[in-house]
């Protein structure tokens, strides 16, 4: 079965929002399989987003993503790659559709309270990064 990886980010632990964002995941209909709060180190959050690592934002970005503990998770269903994405919704919350993660509780780009792999084989990807030592 398809399965993504999620992460709440440093604002959203900070902010008590890790209950909400599982709450809507359960809710809809998707199985927790993994779920650990972690601090990742400069390297580790350098590695997560390697892709963006030429942007003008990446070191802002790594700052960030290091800043605190965050909620790493992996959520499995049909679609939930996909439907997790729209869930979150847009990038930038001033794009970012009410009744979204990011529509209802972030403003910055910079702060957008949660992460969600965009493709299935990214998400393979980071589930391996972040649990290494499997799903049980
Ligand atoms: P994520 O990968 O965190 O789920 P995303 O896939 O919606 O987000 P990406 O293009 O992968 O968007 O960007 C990764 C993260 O980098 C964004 O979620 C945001 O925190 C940060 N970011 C993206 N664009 C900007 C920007 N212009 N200024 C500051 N931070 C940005
Ligand atoms: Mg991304």
Redesign the pocket.
Same mark, same amino acid.
């Given at each position: 079965m398809e399965q993504t990886f999620i992460m709440i @980010?440093p604002d959203g632990v900070q902010r008590g929002l890790i209950g909400d964002v599982i709450a809507r995941f359960e809710k809809k209909g998707f199985y927790l399989k993994g779920l650990k709060l972690i601090t990742v180190e400069r390297s580790f959050a350098e590695k997560h987003?390697e892709d963006?690592s030429a @942007?003008p934002?990446f070191a %802002?970005?790594v700052e960030?993503i290091i800043s605190g503990p965050v909620v790493a998770m992996v959520w499995e269903g049909k679609n939930v790659v996909v439907t997790g994405r729209k869930m979150?919704g847009?990038?930038?919350p001033s794009n970012s559709e009410p009744g979204t993660i990011r529509g209802d509780y972030a403003i910055e780009? %910079?702060r957008?309270v949660?992460?969600?792999s965009?493709a299935v084989e990214s998400a393979r990807k980071e589930i391996a990064l972040w649990f290494p030592e499997g799903l049980s």
């Open positions: @980010k987003y963006l @942007k934002f %802002g970005l960030y979150i847009a990038t930038n780009v %910079g957008n949660i992460h969600g965009d």
